[in-house]
């Protein structure tokens, strides 16, 4: 049976990148709103309220409006801004993060779409967490570079916008410098944190892929554990999962460096433990606008409406 697929907001770049994972596939009709009626209420409602399941790609107060026009309840919703991550009766939509997450995720009327900055950093701590290698009230520090589509419209103009006021040819840049970043509460609450990270984002001239850096140093941690423990732990956290892979100690050790475009326009991400038993350096490498936004996006409504998980990924 077909199943009908509403993106609300699918002109910007993670909604555009849905509709192209999702255009070729027989199981599922896009329902698309006439343009003309766009900011019309009513015919907005009426998509809202008339699909198996609605995609949000807005701002975030944008996204809280969209859900309160949503009244039927048999409608499925996944919302990619940052509004619902940590809300109650939303469920986090990121399948991997636990062994009960893709469960919870397939019995949920509304799923929260994770950040891709906190994809990453989640992938790396909560298994370190849960294993009890890195202490829930560690201070914890991150280190991070996305693509610049990371950054929304905004950003994409800076990079992009040769006229316009913002436009840099900086080939580098650090930002978030108030430490006020609107990921962060996401971040500490799934990682499953006391205190939250101290998170260096920054950012690239190239369009999308993402590294995500949790440094450690092991010898000053309670349980002083070793390169292998901590990769342990990972590797055990995500055996046998379709889309995320932690790299083995010796592969790791033959690389010089990582890309972090390689792995864009897939819904992967790889998971690498570098350094030695003193020290540590777990990264994450993933598609920012893959497996951080629009690949996680399908990959949720695969599981909320009974599909196979990979199907467009």
Known sequence: MTQTVFIDGEAGTTGLQIRARLEPRRDIALLAIDPAKRKDADARRAMLNGADAVILCLPDDAAREAVSLIENRDVRVIDASTAHRV??????????????????????????????????????????????????????????????????????????????????QAPYRIYGLTQAHKHVPEMTWHAGLAHAPVFAPSVGRYAQGMIVEVPLALWDLPARPKLREVHEALRAAYAGERFVEVVALAESAKLKTLDPEGLNGTNRMQIFVFGHDE?????????????????????????MLGLDEGAGL
């Open 87 to 168: 809300a109650e009766g939303w469920t986090y939509g990121f399948a991997e993060m636990s062994r009960t997450q893709r469960a919870a995720i397939a019995g949920a009327k509304r799923v929260s779409n994770p950040g891709c900055y906190p994809t990453g950093f989640i992938a790396l701590m909560r298994p370190l967490i849960e294993a009890g290698i890195a202490p829930r009230e560690r201070a914890i520090s991150v280190n991070a570079v996305s693509g610049y589509t990371g950054g929304g419209k905004a950003m994409i103009a800076e990079f992009e916008d040769a006229g316009g006021a913002t436009y840099t």
């Open 279 to 303: 020290e540590a350096r777990c990264v994450a490498l993933l598609d920012n606008l893959g497996k951080g936004a629009s690949g996680a996006a399908v990959q949720n409504m695969n599981l």
